[in-house]
């Protein structure tokens, strides 16, 4: 009995003694006890209240985007003219932070608000303001592509935060992809092969249709089951793009995307645009040449120039090493045409705007 008495004390005396350690009183505990009872039985109503929030430690305003860094240095009324002449420069600042000039992003604006792809909101309801934001994220989201500069670098340039920008990359991907059909394609008349056919052939190439090559893009976020697939002759984890571009290096065809292990010969099978040469109207096209002889000749098919890893077709022909005079100028000027594809350096951002049209501008 005297050890039973004794527990009983202990216990008393810790269910009195660890309330109050903790910072509870020592009568809270009995307090929340009969609320729950009140509360489960439903004799009586308990009362909660919400702690007020704190204020702000530094004060927080929106920013104001109508007189952010971008628009007093390219797009107010005092600097636009100034800005249209200097960004048809391609060593303008203008052009090298967004790669294309204040007409062509005037193009995006327009097209982006006439088919409301873009709204008002609380804090843009003027058509002033809207256009001037629209101009801001389209200007952000050239510079994303072009020199890999991230979102959170936007925010002292255009008093808008990353978030804002971010969102709006991701609608500016979706909507161009929509209408890549419209930018990237090749010739569908004649009259439009000419004009490109006409290129090559003031380079000594009579008959190319275009320069034909793969483009690696790092996959930074590749699955490890994918990663065996995706990394072939290239040091680092890959996607591969087959590209065709036009002498003035105009992306004129784009083949769907492939794993970075895959060798070009495998690739180019699944080409569309090659497989419309080989079997469209292109292969009956005619053009002319002479020979080494100076006898004028002709020949028949549109093909592309490549480098030495693709397939032996007639409609893929790569430059190739001779020592016969008559052959050195298409060795040469072939070799310059085929490292047009070569140039087209993508960074992941960039790869993710292959599909949608907007590459072409960005290489002019």
Not at 3 to 9: F, G
Not at 186 to 205: A, G, N, R, V
Not at 329 to 343: D, I
Request: net charge neutral; charged share 25%.
């Amino acid at each position: 009995m005297d050890h039973l008495a004794t527990t009983n004390d202990v216990a008393a005396a810790f269910s009195a003694t660890v309330p109050s350690i903790i910072g509870i009183p020592t009568g809270a505990m009995d307090t929340d006890l009969e609320m729950m009872d009140e509360d489960e039985f439903g004799e009586g109503e308990a009362t909660r209240t919400r702690k007020e929030r704190s204020a702000n430690r530094f004060g927080y305003t929106l920013g104001d985007y109508m007189n952010s860094n971008y628009v007093r240095k390219f797009l107010s009324p005092a600097v636009r003219e100034q800005t249209y002449v200097l960004s048809r420069d391609r060593q303008s600042t203008f052009r090298s932070a967004f790669r294309v000039p204040l007409s062509f992003v005037d193009h995006l604006t327009d097209m982006f608000i006439t088919r409301e792809w873009v709204a008002a909101t609380q804090k843009c309801r003027s058509p002033e303001q809207l256009q001037t934001r629209t101009e801001l994220f389209i200007l952000c989201a050239l510079e994303h592509l072009g020199n890999r500069r991230p979102h959170c670098q936007f925010e002292t340039e255009t008093n808008m935060c990353p978030s804002e920008h971010r969102k709006f990359f991701d609608l500016f991907v979706n909507k161009m992809y929509s209408i890549s059909t419209d930018y990237i394609y090749f010739p569908k008349t004649m009259e439009e092969l000419k004009i490109l056919m006409k290129d090559y052939s003031m380079q000594h190439l009579p008959g190319a249709g275009g320069s034909i090559d793969v483009v690696h893009c790092k996959w930074a976020n590749c699955p490890a089951g994918d990663a065996n697939k995706c990394k072939g002759k290239e040091s680092f984890v890959s996607v591969a793009f087959e590209v065709v571009t036009d002498h003035r290096r105009r992306v004129i065809g784009i083949a769907p995307i492939q794993y970075g292990a895959r060798s070009d010969k495998h690739i180019v099978r699944f080409d569309p645009t090659v497989e419309l040469i080989k079997t469209g109207w292109y292969k009956d096209v005619e053009w002319e040449y002479f020979t080494s002889q100076g006898e004028l000749k002709r020949g028949k098919g549109v093909y592309f120039i490549c480098d030495g890893g693709y397939l032996h077709w007639k409609t893929l022909i790569c430059p190739f090493r001779t020592d016969d005079v008559s052959h050195y100028s298409y060795c040469y000027h072939g070799r310059q045409a085929s490292l047009a594809v070569q140039k087209l350096k993508t960074t992941p951002s960039q790869a993710r705007a292959l599909f949608c049209g907007m590459l072409p501008h960005l290489q002019t």
